[in-house]
C-alpha cells in the first residue's frame, strides 16, 4: 500500500512538473475594429492552476500583463495583428504562442422607417444624394414603408399645431414617393399597413398587415423583396403559412424618434451601438419623419461623423445582409423607451422655448 501511495505521488509529482502551455482563443468570431475582443487563455491549458503570469502583446504597440486569463482588447483601425501571449507558472519557466487576428473595419448600412409623406421623404431623399460611400458613390438606403397610416401618433399632436402639418404617410397617399424612392437606387420594403404591433395580433390580421402593404408597393410601381421590419420591432410570433419564404429585418435603434434629440446625441448613440454590436455590418434605424420641417435632423452630418471621425464604414442597405445581421430585441426593450419618448413630449409641450 505504501509502494502504491509513493508511485501515485510520485506520477503526480511529474505530471505537476510538466511546464505549461501557452494557447489562447478570441471571440467575437467576426472581428471588427473599434469593437471589444475578449481573449481568453483559460483552462485547459492551465492543467493544475500552476500558471501565474499572463502577458499580452496585441501587435498594435500596447501590452498587458495580467493574473487573471481572460482580457478585453480595442483595436482602433482594421489590420492583421500578431497577438503574443507568453504565460508563466510557479517555478518561473515560461511559454509563448503567437498568432495573428484579423480586424475588420465595422461596416453599417442605413434604414428609415414610417415613410413615405410629402413633407418629410424628399428631404431624407435629398440627404441621401449628399451621404457617399467610400467610393464616392450615393449611398442606398433601405426604407420600410407603411401602406396607410391613419393612426394619430403623439408626434401628430405635436406636428399638426405647431407646424400646421397633417403628418399621415402612406404608400396610398403618395405612390410617386415610392417610385422616386426606387428611382434613387433605394430598397423599398414593408413596414406593415397600418402600423399595428405584430405581436398582439393573430395570425390572420398578421398576414393582412404584411400582404395589403406587400399590394400597395405593388400598385405604386415597385416590386419589394419579401423582407419586412415589424413596428416599434415588436415581431410576430411566428410568421403565417402564407408568408412562408418571408424574412425579417430587424436594426438597432439611435432614438431618433425622441422629439428633442440633436445629432450630436443621435452620433453618440449610433457610436455605442456601433462599438458594441456583436456582428458587423449593423443595420442603424432612423425615421422618415426626422425630415418634417422644425423637426429635422441632420443626417448628413451624422453618417459623415461616423464615417470620416470615427471611421465606421458605411455600406449600401442589401436585404440578404441586413436579414444576416439583424438581432433580436424583445418588445419589453422598446416599452421603457417608449415611456422615455413620452417623456420628451410632454417636455416640449411645458417647455415651448426649448422647441427645435
Not at 501590452?63 to 486569463?69: E, I, K, N, V
Not at 415581431?235 to 430587424?250: E, M, N, S, Y
Amino acid at each position: 500500500m505504501k509502494a502504491i501511495l509513493i508511485i501515485v505521488m510520485a506520477l503526480w509529482a511529474g505530471i505537476a512538473a510538466q511546464p505549461q502551455t501557452a494557447a489562447w482563443t478570441c471571440r467575437p468570431e467576426k472581428l471588427v475594429a473599434r469593437g471589444s475582443i475578449v481573449f481568453d487563455a483559460s483552462p485547459p491549458q492551465d492543467r493544475d492552476g500552476g500558471i501565474v503570469r499572463w502577458e499580452w502583446d496585441f501587435g498594435d504597440h500596447s501590452r498587458a500583463w495580467t493574473t487573471a486569463p481572460v482580457w478585453s482588447h480595442v483595436y482602433h483601425e482594421p489590420g492583421r495583428y500578431p497577438v503574443t501571449l507568453t504565460v508563466t507558472d510557479r517555478t518561473g519557466s515560461t511559454s509563448t504562442a503567437t498568432s495573428i487576428v484579423a480586424v475588420k473595419a465595422r461596416e453599417f448600412m442605413i434604414t428609415f422607417d414610417d415613410g413615405p409623406a410629402s413633407e418629410s421623404t424628399p428631404y431624407i431623399l435629398e440627404q441621401l444624394r449628399r451621404i457617399k460611400e467610400a467610393d464616392g458613390a450615393p449611398v442606398k438606403a433601405g426604407f420600410f414603408v407603411v401602406g396607410q397610416d391613419k393612426s394619430r401618433t403623439v408626434y401628430h399632436d405635436i406636428w399638426q399645431p405647431k407646424y400646421g402639418i397633417d403628418h399621415r404617410p402612406g404608400v396610398l397617399s403618395h405612390p410617386e414617393l415610392v417610385r422616386q424612392i426606387a428611382k434613387e437606387g433605394h430598397i423599398v420594403a414593408i413596414h406593415t399597413q397600418h402600423h399595428p404591433d405584430l405581436d398582439q395580433l393573430p395570425p390572420a390580421e398578421v398576414e393582412r398587415e404584411i400582404l395589403d402593404c406587400y399590394q400597395a408597393i405593388l400598385g405604386a410601381g415597385v416590386t419589394p423583396p419579401k423582407v419586412l421590419r415589424s413596428p416599434r420591432l415588436h415581431d410576430p410570433k411566428t410568421l403565417p403559412p402564407a408568408l412562408a419564404g418571408w424574412r425579417i429585418v430587424r436594426g438597432e435603434l439611435t432614438k431618433d424618434y425622441l422629439p428633442l434629440i440633436t445629432e450630436d446625441e443621435v452620433i453618440d448613440n449610433c457610436r455605442k451601438i456601433l462599438r458594441t454590436a456583436p456582428d458587423s455590418p449593423v443595420v442603424l434605424t432612423f425615421h422618415d419623419f426626422r425630415g418634417l420641417p422644425g423637426h429635422r435632423l441632420d443626417f448628413v452630418k451624422i453618417v459623415n461623423t461616423l464615417t470620416e471621425k470615427d471611421h465606421f464604414v458605411l455600406i449600401d442597405f442589401d436585404a440578404d445582409g441586413a436579414v444576416a445581421a439583424s438581432r433580436y430585441r424583445a418588445p419589453n426593450e422598446q416599452t421603457s423607451e417608449d415611456l422615455q419618448d413620452l417623456l420628451q413630449v410632454w417636455r416640449q409641450r411645458l417647455s415651448p422655448s426649448r422647441s427645435r
